[in-house]
């Protein structure tokens, strides 16, 4: 299993290789000064030449490509020189003459607006980005699956024709829509008896206490986010519920005598978690990247918001940054999803 996963790893390497690539290129073609963005429209020739050099841009295309790539590998290569060290944190592993070859963390470089780095940017809003993209992934799964299994069960009822008719309109609805109506409805016009705000962040400043932990603001954003992997899981689980329900040794188990809670949970719906692992992983994954304009409508401070914003002001670093590291998430789930299905289904071999 390990060597499978390492086999994995190495494939989503030569797919994050791809990515990298493709976001240098198309973030190089598009118009703008980098030097001009970060030190503004008056700066004078020999800061911008400065900046320039810092960033590497005084080179040819595939010199700054070579320079991307050094900035972004965990084992790169450096001049032993101490401003060096303080800008990229590195641990030198082997001296190559007034060089270094060093092992550190990705370097995604500083935003042309705030002169941050962008791996603090990073840190400050991921937390709340995933915090919002895992409630809302329990909240789609468990519900999701509830009314799949009871839909399954109670096919051509009332019950099943309701849970249809939810996972048609949850499909249907475009979440920046979805949310906007949300947020007027359950904010604005039930707001007096709901508490619930139109907007604000998983942390809201308190002029005694500081910031205080909100967790009512999750709750719109959350209803939002999982209103389409809560439709598709409905679906999904409905499907596989009524193919393994037909099963032969589903009507083996009821012969027996078995319970009709131990034939439908037990039994049924542990074989049934295959296309429901699939999408739950899947859209967990793209919540993350789906978390942009919920996030942007609900005010929620997270990684969504924060490249938006940075769209906006033509702060490319920040939103090259949030682009390699989502796909680098796609990637991880996707190994980790592939060694949960031996788990949950020993019929899966991993070769």
Known sequence: MWWYALRKFGYGLVVMAGVVSV????????????????????ADVQSLEAVRKEFGLDQSKPMQFLLFINDLSP???????PEEQQKYHYFPLIAVQSHVIVLKWPYLRRSYQTKREVSTIL???????????????IFATVIGVFFGVLSAVYKNTWIDHSA??????????????????????????????????????????????????????LVLPVITLGL????????????????ILG??????????????????????????????????????ASLLAGSFFVEYIFGYN?????????????????????????????????????????FADPRVKLA
């Open 23 to 42: 976001v240098f290129v198309l973030f190089n073609i598009l118009p703008g000064d980098p030097a001009r963005m970060t030190l503004g429209q008056r």
């Open 164 to 217: 249809n008719a939810f996972a048609i309109l949850g499909i249907s609805a475009p979440s920046f829509f979805a949310g906007i109506i949300i947020a007027w409805f359950f904010g604005f016009v039930l707001g007096p008896y709901t508490g619930l705000n139109m907007s604000g962040s998983l942390y809201s400043y308190d002029p005694f206490k500081g910031e205080v932990l909100t967790l009512k603001n």
């Open 302 to 342: 997270g990684l969504g918001r924060a490249t938006v914003k940075a769209l906006e002001m033509s702060d490319f670093p920040v939103v090259m940054g949030s682009i390699l590291f989502i796909a680098f998430v796609f990637i991880i789930i996707n190994i980790l999803v592939d060694v949960l299905y031996a």
């Open 247 to 284: 099963q032969d040794y589903i009507r083996t188990a009821k012969a027996k005598g078995l319970g009709h809670h131990a034939v439908v949970y037990k039994h049924a719906l542990k074989n049934a978690m295959n296309p429901i692992i699939t999408a739950i992983s899947g859209w967990f």
């Open 228 to 243: 389409r992997p809560l439709a598709i899981i409905v679906q999904l689980t409905r499907s596989a519920m009524l193919d």
């Open 123 to 137: 840190s400050e809003t991921v937390p709340n980005t995933f915090v919002l993209a895992a409630t809302a992934m």
């Open 75 to 81: 084992l790169s290569y450096h001049d032993r020189q």
